[in-house]
């Protein structure tokens, strides 16, 4: 078995411009807790998946409220969306648009490629464009989708180290993962069973690879399924704890990410329910038990991971359900407006919010300049327009 040795280090004196920071270097500070250069609690950096220009506009309306570290994550079928089904051009169009946005902003910015895959040909090109155009790369390279199997550790060193060579150079934060994760996000990660990352393992991965950022699975599960109705998630703390105590030992610097850690709004869900039966029984019907039937993660769990050395919580089921909800309550509320910037209007603002709330759970505001709003008075209420949750704020 070939044995790998001195990864390369992260090249942190490479400076991005227009607001731009790998996720290592804005997890890292959420991690040691520092805010604006003051000591605090370790906080989270929610990272919110974007497939859309108003996702896009959406977080940066949020962040710049907070003034919160800011991690945009795009995935393959995200960027194929951003540009008729290449996203390679998808990658060039999504970070041309975000470093406008950033150039812009008042806060400090990662783009990441979520679940980016080294082992295909064309993930390769995926993964290889994202280290030319993002601040930050996954490199995903635990499962073997095709075939339904964990791949061996030895492969998963092999290909996670390959990003890792070409990356880090370049400043470039590289995120592996360790254990398979059930659950689905999109037709590109979608896994029908799990492992728990084995502790044994983890050393050598990080110590082989030289990823700073990695992904442990501990019972997190992708998708808006993650158990059944009534039940709840149960993290395996204990595990990370004990993860992190290795990564301690290790690399110090070494940030855990939680992939599969929504944790939906039990108000969005109500709205939802609501705005279906308002248009008409055959919707409640049809949907209606659908909504109710979505199981998250409970954010005591994941304030949990937050101790144990979890920096990046990655968020994208509870976004999606806001913005739908705010879809059907505006379709609700008119459906014939021809004006289609006022449904844009309605669901960007919905999102906003979304947005705000999980910045403020995860801790993550003040980081690089005082909080716009009063975060323990912001309410999140699909009933009320962004401008008045805002102005209730003040
Ligand atoms: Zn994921």
């Known amino acids: 078995m070939k044995k790998y040795t001195d990864p390369p280090q992260l090249n942190v004196s490479r400076r991005f411009p227009d607001n731009m920071m790998s996720a290592h270097a804005l997890t890292l500070k959420a991690k040691q807790g520092d805010k604006g250069g003051k000591k605090v609690a370790s906080y989270a950096i929610p990272a919110f998946n974007i497939t859309t220009i108003q996702g896009i506009n959406a977080a940066f309306d949020a962040f710049e409220t907070l003034g919160s570290s800011g991690l945009l994550a ?68 635990s499962t073997d989708h095709a075939n339904k199997v964990a791949r061996s550790l030895e492969e998963n060193i092999a290909y996670t180290r390959e990003v890792v060579d070409m990356a880090h150079p370049l400043g470039v934060s590289v995120e592996g ?76 610097e070494t940030i855990f990410v939680a992939h599969g850690a929504s944790t939906l709004y039990p108000q969005v869900v109500d709205y939802a329910v609501e705005q279906l039966e308002a248009i008409g029984s055959s919707m409640a019907e049809r949907y209606g038990q659908t909504w109710k039937n979505f199981v998250g993660t409970d954010w005591e769990q994941i304030q949990g991971l937050i101790g144990a050395g979890f920096a990046k919580i990655n968020t994208d089921t509870e976004n999606r359900q806001t913005f739908l909800s705010a879809l059907l309550g505006a379709i609700n509320e008119n459906s014939a407006k021809i004006d289609i910037r006022w449904y844009d209007k309605k669901t960007t603002e919905a999102l906003t919010q979304s947005y705000l709330i999980k910045l403020i759970m995860a801790e993550n505001y003040g980081v690089w300049h005082e909080p716009k709003i009063n975060v323990d008075k912001f309410k999140f209420d699909l009933n009320t327009s962004l401008a008045d949750a805002l102005a209730a704020a003040k």
């Open 74 to 141: 795009l995935s393959n079928s995200a960027l194929k969306h951003f540009s008729a089904g290449d996203p390679i051009s998808g990658l060039e169009i999504a970070s041309a648009y975000i470093q406008a946005r950033a150039k812009r902003s008042s806060i400090k910015v990662a783009t990441h490629l979520d679940h980016g895959d080294y082992t295909t040909e064309s993930g390769r090109k995926v993964v290889q464009g994202a280290v030319q155009h993002l601040t930050s790369v996954m490199a995903d390279n």
């Open 177 to 252: 993962e360790l254990g398979v994760l059930a659950g689905e996000e999109d037709e590109d990660t979608k896994s029908e069973f799990s492992t728990y990352t084995n502790p044994d393992e983890f050393e050598q991965f990080i110590t082989e690879t030289g990823v700073l950022m990695v992904a442990p699975t501990i019972g997190t599960m992708h998708g808006p399924n993650k158990g059944k109705p009534g039940t709840k998630v149960k993290l395996n703390i204990e595990l990370a704890h004990e993860l992190l105590k290795i990564a301690d030992q290790v690399q110090p």
